[in-house]
Each structure stands twice: as C-alpha cells, then as structure tokens.
C-alpha cells in the first residue's frame, strides 16, 4: 500500500508542510466550505483532486475514520521544472530530458525511471492527471533509481516543451517516440540538446503534444506486433542516446 494521510487536519497538514502527494481523494458529497482550506492548497500546490463515491474511500481506508478525505503521498519528493533545467549546465552536459506523456502503468514508469538513471538522463517530467505519480509501486519498480532521478510534474505537457524550445541557450531538438514517425530512431543526432517524448500505453503521443516535437521517429520491426511496451521503447532510444553520446566524447 502506498503511505495514505488519512482526515482533514492530517491532509490539510501534509498540504501544509509541502509534503508530495500524488492526489486527494474527495467523497464527493463533501461540503466544499469545510474542506476550503484544503481546496486552496490544492491549488497552490498542484495537487490533482478527485472527487469520488463513499465506496472507494472506503476501500482504502476501511476504517470508516477518515472523514471522506484521503491523501495519498509520493513516494519520494517531486522537483521544480526549474530544477532539472539546470542540471545539464551544472553537468557541463548537453541536456538530456525523458518527458512522458500520460504513462499510466507504474511498472512502465519505474521501468523508464530505473533506465534513465543508467543512461544519463538529466531528469523526467511527467504529467500531473490521468497519468501515474511516484507511488510505492513506482519505486519498488525502478530498483532505487527514483532516489537518483529528479522528476518534475506538470499540469501542460504541450506548454512544457514550449518552455524547454524557448531556452535558447540549451539548444534542445523534441524528438516523439511514435509507430508512425517518419525517421527510424537510430538515424536521429542525440549528441547535442535532446528532449525524447514517450506517449502513454495504447494511446501513444497524444495531438497537441505531437504538434509540438520537432521530430517523429519510429522504432522498426519485423515481427506482427505492431508496437512495443512503452518502457521497453524508451529503453531502446535511452541507450541510443547515450551510445551515440559515449561514442562522439
């Protein structure tokens, strides 16, 4: 089970002391003037809200003592974005970010987590809802590479990679992760500022975030399977990166 804060003041001091939570969990008949305090941190914080029937509090919290409010914490801290931006210069590297976009499987997630930390990426963002947060499963998954890797959560992928192109002074090519790309993965130039994007299972690269990649590249194969599991694709392209960065060095 991942670390649930269980009660309005348990929830609401959790808010408070900047602890990371993945969501809260609201029964959704609630009244919202007595929850209104946490509502605001909420906002403040960006901490995804769900608004649920009695039954699946319930579930969690079996008890019947939680007030119809239940938090549900990360399992390590979630960085700034402005954090792993910076990281490349402190490096003295070329950047190297994971963005995923609306992984929902925690064991593709600390998959992915578990090979970004053994091929140098420089931190993973990932998207606030209908995506996956650093859950205890997440951790276990990865091996104790999510003690290594900073990720950053954030409410807009699309607004995101906006963000990363507007850094001039990091210089970063967008490349998207997708069946249909134009480009086979091995023939992209990852030796300079790379943002590699990893759609979420069955869905893929969703459209506005394609939109903004400046590259679609495909991984090919010969078997009848038409796509591989979304760790295993990141995994392939991770390790390219880093052979093509060893080998230019």
Known sequence: MPDIIIGKNHVFEALRAGRAI??????????RSSIENI??????NKVPIEFVGKDAINRISP???NQNIIAIAAVKDYVKLED???LPKSKNEPPFFV?????????????????????????????????VGLTEAVGLSSAGAVEYVPVARVSNIAQTL???????????????????????FRDVDYTGGTVLVIGGEGTGI????????DILARIPMKGKIT????SVAAALVMYEVMRQRDKHI
Do not use: Y
């Not at 064991?107 to 809802?129: D, F, K, P, W, Y």
């Not at 850094?167 to 086979?184: F, L, N, P, S, Y």
């Not at 796509?227 to 979304?230: E, H, I, M, Q, R």
């Open 22 to 31: 993945n969501k809260i969990l609201i029964e959704k008949n609630t009244s």
């Open 39 to 44: 509502l605001f941190l909420c906002r403040e």
């Open 63 to 65: 008890s019947g003592r």
């Open 84 to 86: 792993i931006l910076s």
């Open 99 to 131: 963005v995923l976009d609306g992984i929902e499987d925690p064991q593709n997630l600390g998959a992915i987590l578990r090979s970004a930390e053994a091929t140098g990426v420089h931190g993973v963002i990932i998207r606030e809802r209908r995506a």
């Open 162 to 184: 906006d963000t990363l192109k507007s850094r001039h002074e990091m210089a970063v090519w967008i490349t998207g992760i997708d069946m249909q790309g134009d480009k086979d």
């Open 206 to 213: 969703s459209r506005l975030v394609r939109a903004k990649c």
């Open 227 to 230: 796509s591989l599991n979304a």
